[in-house]
């Protein structure tokens, strides 16, 4: 994971139901996994800035289970983006891309709201932020 972006990715391992067999991820399998995340949540752009979404920090948190559900905390630029409604849906997209994944939730939050502090080097870079 990058380490000039803001996100959390944590490992939410679960408690097999009765009579369930546990398939936890490796630590060496959930790296590659979350890079695949990765990947695939740089593929969605904000429509108004020249810069993937990941690199600008609007993805705040990934959780990922046991069995690659993912559940994704994403923000925006501002509440009132005009893609509030769309960025979701396309976030989950592109998530459902990486092979192997399971169910993938994501939940729109603005707190702590949005800053250009969340941006990665790269993203400031291309905005000539500096």
């Not at 009579?19 to 399998?29: I, K, V």
């Not at 990922?64 to 925006?76: E, G, P, R, S």
């Not at 939940?107 to 291309?126: C, G, Q, Y």
Request: proline share 8%.
């Amino acid at each position: 994971m990058s380490e000039e972006t803001n996100t959390e990715l944590t490992h939410a391992a679960e408690t097999p139901a009765e009579g369930a067999s546990a398939s936890a991820m490796t630590p060496q399998e959930l790296d590659v996994f979350s890079e695949k995340l990765i990947q695939a949540m740089k593929t969605v752009f904000d429509p108004e800035i020249p810069v993937d979404i990941y690199e600008l920090g609007l993805i705040y948190k990934v959780d990922v289970a046991d069995n690659k559900d993912v559940t994704v905390d994403m923000t925006l630029t501002a509440p009132a983006c005009p893609v509030a409604g769309e960025m979701p849906v396309m976030v989950q997209t592109a998530l459902e891309t990486v092979p192997e994944i399971g169910k993938v939730v994501v939940n729109m939050v603005f707190e702590p709201p949005w800053t250009p502090d969340r941006m990665s080097e790269e993203a400031k870079l291309e905005l000539n932020m500096f």
